[in-house]
């Protein structure tokens, strides 16, 4: 397996335009999240998925902000419309839970710049 | 809720030597798991090492080794014969067993090491 894959790994927008990352886990992971790392707030969670199903979005900064799972193998991180605080590297990681084997794998991040 | 505290923005150490990472954490469960994360460079989150708190035998794993105190809610990192390689953010996370809990992970802030030829 290719690890979790995101794309894309760089992204560079104007504030107020919409901005979409995406997601691929790992073939087989029930549980996918989504993390955004900055240097003031350090790594927090945004939203994570069991199943495809939402299950905790509390981290989820503002309904500027949302996140889907269609299906088991895709999942999206939208902003819109951007703003220049949403700077920063989000990352996309999944897992799967089984006894005495749980362990996060993180794809390699989108650096997001807002202009 | 819980807490990861990492009181070292930033440690050095010689090429060889050991070094000592200081995690500690607040939570009032009893079954979980921390971890140790490495963020180099190149910005991927690499896995260094895992505790079970119902283990009372420190995880080891190669030149990584932590020291892990249940009552004291510590759980340092060590790193021995430290190599270039090893320079990078490394990050302290817990991880809640509770099924309620998912698998999320709450991280500290982070210790940046320089290892120094």
């Known amino acids: 397996d290719a690890g979790v894959i995101q794309s894309p790994r760089h992204e560079v927008t104007e504030m107020g335009q919409e901005v979409t990352l995406r997601c691929k886990p790992i073939?087989?992971?029930?549980?996918l999240f989504w993390y955004r790392q900055t240097m003031m707030r350090g790594l927090e969670l945004l939203i994570y998925?069991?199943?495809?199903?939402?299950?905790?979005d509390s981290g989820m900064p503002e309904d500027r902000f949302s996140a889907k799972m269609p299906n088991a193998s895709f999942s999206t991180l939208k902003i819109q419309p951007s703003e220049p605080r949403d700077s920063a590297v989000y990352f996309c990681?999944?897992?799967?839970?089984?006894?005495?084997?749980?362990?996060?794998?993180f794809g390699q991040g989108t650096r997001l710049t807002v202009v | 809720a819980q807490t990861v505290t990492q009181s070292q923005p930033e440690m050095s150490v010689q090429e060889a030597e050991t070094v000592t990472l200081s995690c500690t954490y607040d939570?009032?469960?009893?079954?979980?798991?921390l971890f140790w994360y490495k963020q180099p460079p190149s910005r991927q989150m690499i896995l260094v090492i895992r505790?079970?708190?119902?283990?009372?035998q420190n995880a080891t794993e190669n030149r990584f080794s932590v020291n892990f105190q249940k009552a004291a809610k510590s759980f340092s990192l060590k790193i021995s014969d430290s190599q270039l390689g090893d320079t990078a953010m490394y990050f302290c996370?817990?991880?809640?067993?509770?099924?309620?809990?998912?698998?999320?992970?709450?991280f500290g802030t982070g210790t940046r090491l320089a290892v120094r030829p």
């Open positions: 990681a999944s897992s799967f839970t089984a006894q005495g084997n749980t362990e996060a794998f």
């Open positions: 073939s087989g992971h029930d549980y």
């Open positions: 998925f069991n199943n495809n199903v939402p299950i905790d």
């Open positions: 939570t009032s469960e009893n079954n979980y798991y």
């Open positions: 505790q079970e708190a119902y283990k009372q």
């Open positions: 996370a817990f991880m809640n067993l509770k099924k309620s809990s998912g698998d999320k992970l709450t």
